[in-house]
T-cell receptor, first 111, second 113 residues
Framework: DQQVKQNSPSLSVQEGRISILNCDYTNSMFDYFLWYKKYPAEGPTFLISISSIKDKNEDGRFTVFLNKSAKHLSLHIVPSQPGDSAVYFCAASARGQNFVFGPGTRLSVLP | KAGVTQTPRYLIKTRGQQVTLSCSPISGHRSVSWYQQTPGQGLQFLFEYFSETQRNKGNFPGRFSGRQFSNSRSEMNVSTLELGDSALYLC????????????FGQGTRLTVV
């Protein structure tokens, strides 16, 4: 039973356009969410986070939106660049508990 | 500041053997978590250590164990290896407080033959 779901295994976007990666969760106790990016042969690197007290957090080209009532969050990348091509993992945690990761979405940004 | 270091990077073992993986966290970080990554399964949480104590544990069999030393370095051990244990094992370190991001090492790719 996956508590964190990323229903799109892959996504292709044209360079310069917006990339939208989606994540759904089932545990209403989750109160902190993160996005990680992973290149092949490297460990995941932290991208951006959001606490449940907010519904939006922005950092440069990356914006995360949280819809608590729908138990849904999304990562927007604008504009998308070829270097953004990677696997993106959504992760969630409840107070004091470990992070639960989704299965990942492979983003390909086409030049 | 050095990042999270995992050794070895690659490992090939035979079924039935045991293996020990090592993780050195970022200096000052007290929490070390271990994850298993297999294709299509994302990162599956194994366990977390904080100040030498196991604080959280995932849903893995008892063949998977770990420990943390006083300098926060951590080791993970898998006994009686099975073919299905072939995966990328990732270690992540953090300050250990709530709502702080974790920093990952490059992982150890274990192949069981």
């Amino acid at each position: 039973d996956q508590q964190v779901k990323q229903n799109s295994p892959s996504l292709s976007v044209q360079e310069g356009r917006i990339s939208i990666l989606n994540c759904d969760y089932t545990n209403s106790m989750f109160d902190y969410f993160l996005w990680y990016k992973k290149y092949p042969a490297e460990g995941p690197t932290f991208l951006i986070s959001i606490s449940s007290i907010k519904d939006k957090n922005e950092d440069g080209r990356f914006t995360v939106f949280l819809n608590k009532s729908a138990k849904h969050l999304s990562l927007h990348i604008v504009p998308s660049q070829p270097g953004d091509s990677a696997v993106y993992f959504c992760a969630a945690s409840a107070r004091g508990q470990n992070f639960v990761f989704g299965p990942g979405t492979r983003l390909s940004v086409l030049p | 500041k050095a990042g999270v270091t995992q050794t070895p990077r690659y490992l090939i073992k035979t079924r039935g053997q045991q293996v020990t993986l090592s993780c050195s966290p970022i200096s000052g970080h007290r929490s070390v978590s271990w994850y298993q990554q297999t294709p299509g399964q994302g990162l599956q949480f194994l366990f977390e250590y904080f100040s030498e104590t196991q604080r959280n544990k995932g849903n893995f069999p008892g063949r998977f164990s770990g420990r943390q030393f006083s300098n926060s370095r951590s080791e993970m051990n898998v006994s009686t290896l099975e073919l299905g244990d072939s995966a990328l094992y990732l270690c992540a370190s953090s300050w250990g407080q709530m709502n702080t991001e974790a920093f990952f090492g490059q992982g150890t790719r274990l192949t069981v033959v």
